[in-house]
């Protein structure tokens, strides 16, 4: 029972000194890339280089203040 309780322990010491989110993971940093993605039309069949398939890069939740509009 205690070592469940000191990887509980440790578990949290790690995550709370750990570093934010990376910032590739902003919304606008990834769709600046999904634009760049489209302007060079890197992965043209499967990916954002094919206007027609309505593919994105974009993976962070949407914000608060983006869902509250849509309500």
Avoid: C, H
Wanted: charged share 25%; proline share 8%; aromatic share 6%.
């Amino acid at each position: 029972m205690a070592a469940v309780g000191v990887s509980g322990v440790l578990f949290g010491l790690i995550k709370w000194n750990s570093r934010g989110p990376p910032r590739t993971m902003t919304k606008e940093y990834q769709e600046a890339t999904n634009e760049y993605m489209k302007e060079n039309r890197i992965e043209p069949i499967t990916g954002p280089g094919d206007p027609a398939n309505g593919v994105s890069m974009v993976q962070s939740a949407p914000d608060k203040a983006d869902q509250a509009g849509k309500n």
